[in-house]
Antibody, heavy 117, light 111 residues
Framework: QLQLQESGPGLVKPSETLSLSCTVS??????????WGWIRQPPGRRLEWIGV???????DHNPSLKSRITMSVDTSKDQFSLKLNSVTAADTAIYYC??????????WGQGIMVTVS | IVMTQSPDSLAVSLGERATINCKSS????????????LAWYQQKAGQPPKLLIY???TRESGVPDRFSGSGSGTDFTLTISSLQAEDVALYYC????????FGQGTKVEIK
C-alpha cells in the first residue's frame, strides 16, 4: 500500500528557506499516471494548494507562491521536495504531500507542522 | 477559480441527511469529456484530508455509500444520507479544472 511521509525542520526563521521532502513507500514515484503535490493548511484556515510535480520534472504551481517555490524529484530515492524561500509568519502551516491522480489528491501524508519564527 | 462552500457549519441529528454546497466562480465542466473537475474531501481532527468523491460524483474506493456527490457546471453538492457519529469532520470541495483550489470548508457536527 502506497504511503507518503513528509520530513524536514519544524522551525524556520523569517526570510530563510523552508525545505521539505516527501518519501514514497510501498510503490514508486516513477509513474506517468500521477503527479505529486504539496498542500498546506495554516492554523484554522482552509487548505491551500502549493504545487505539483511529475517524475519527469514538469511542474505546476500556485500563482500566488510561484516566485518563491522550487520543486524537485529524486526518483532514485522515491522522494520529491519543496523549497519555499523568503518565508514569513504567514507561511506557518501544516504541510502535506499527496499523490495527485488527474487533479484529485487520493493519497496523503500525515503532514508536518512548520512554524516560521 | 474561487470555490465557495455553504454553510460554514451545520449540525445534524444522527441518522438524518446532511447537505453541503459548493459553488465555483467558473464552470468546472470540460465539454470534450463531459466531466466535472471537482473533488470532495473529509478531514477529521488531527488527520490529513481523505478523498471521498472525484469527478463530482464518483465515490472513492472504500467510501461508504451514504456519501454521494452531485451537480454540474458551477454548483455542486455533497450529501451524507444518514449521518453517523464518525462523520463529524470538516468537508472541503476542490476544483482541478484550472490548477487546483479548495473551498473554505464546512464543519459537520451532531445536533
Amino acid at each position: 500500500q502506497l504511503q507518503l511521509q513528509e520530513s524536514g525542520p519544524g522551525l524556520v526563521k523569517p526570510s530563510e528557506t523552508l525545505s521539505l521532502s516527501c518519501t514514497v513507500s510501498g510503490g514508486s514515484l516513477n509513474s506517468s499516471s500521477f503527479y505529486w503535490g504539496w498542500i498546506r493548511q495554516p492554523p484554522g484556515r482552509r487548505l491551500e494548494w502549493i504545487g505539483v510535480i511529475h517524475y519527469g520534472g514538469s511542474t505546476d504551481h500556485n500563482p500566488s507562491l510561484k516566485s518563491r517555490i522550487t520543486m524537485s524529484v529524486d526518483t532514485s530515492k522515491d522522494q520529491f521536495s519543496l523549497k519555499l524561500n523568503s518565508v514569513t509568519a504567514a507561511d506557518t502551516a501544516i504541510y502535506y504531500c499527496a499523490r495527485d491522480d488527474s487533479g484529485a489528491f487520493d493519497i496523503w501524508g500525515q503532514g508536518i507542522m512548520v512554524t516560521v519564527s | 477559480i474561487v470555490m465557495t462552500q455553504s454553510p460554514d457549519s451545520l449540525a445534524v441529528s444522527l441518522g438524518e441527511r446532511a447537505t453541503i454546497n459548493c459553488k465555483s466562480s467558473q464552470s468546472l465542466l470540460y465539454n470534450s469529456n463531459n466531466k466535472n473537475y471537482l473533488a470532495w474531501y473529509q478531514q477529521k481532527a488531527g488527520q490529513p484530508p481523505k478523498l471521498l468523491i472525484y469527478w463530482a460524483s464518483t465515490r472513492e474506493s472504500g467510501v461508504p455509500d451514504r456519501f454521494s456527490g452531485s451537480g454540474s457546471g458551477t454548483d455542486f453538492t455533497l450529501t451524507i444520507s444518514s449521518l453517523q457519529a464518525e462523520d463529524v469532520a470538516l468537508y472541503y470541495c476542490q476544483q482541478y479544472y484550472n490548477s487546483r483550489t479548495f473551498g473554505q470548508g464546512t464543519k459537520v457536527e451532531i445536533k
